[in-house]
Nanobody
């Protein structure tokens, strides 16, 4: 599966952005989709993941502010980000793995899209 993330940009603290992850292929629903981010000088970290059936998992740093969703008919996953903070600034990547478990380890994901930059100004 090929992935393409989009929707990043510059936003003020407290603002919102919605990222999209468009996937190729006809079996999108069999894949877990994860969103990861990497800030300058930091390791890539998991933000959230969603299974094909809609089971969600969030990191503590974004719980209550970010919402992951997917539309299997459109082969697209979304990341709604509200109440953004400067520390959310990073390159955001979507990734996919064949399976049902919403792992947070990046090495569990086989397919990666190019990142999209999110910058939150204070």
């Amino acid at each position: 599966v090929q992935l393409q993330a989009s929707g990043g940009g510059l936003v003020q603290a407290g603002g919102s952005l919605t990222l999209s992850c468009a996937a190729s292929g006809r079996t999108f629903s069999r894949y877990v989709v994860g969103w990861f981010r990497q800030a300058p000088g930091k390791e890539r970290e998991a933000v959230t993941a969603i299974s094909g059936s809609g089971g969600e998992r969030y990191s503590d740093s974004v719980k209550g502010r970010f919402t992951i969703s997917r539309d299997n008919a459109k082969n697209t996953a979304y990341l709604q980000m509200n109440n953004l903070k400067p520390e959310d600034t990073a390159v955001y990547y979507c990734a996919a793995r064949d399976g049902t478990v919403t792992y947070f380890g990046a090495n569990r994901y086989d397919y990666w899209g190019r990142g999209t930059q999110v910058t939150v100004s204070s």
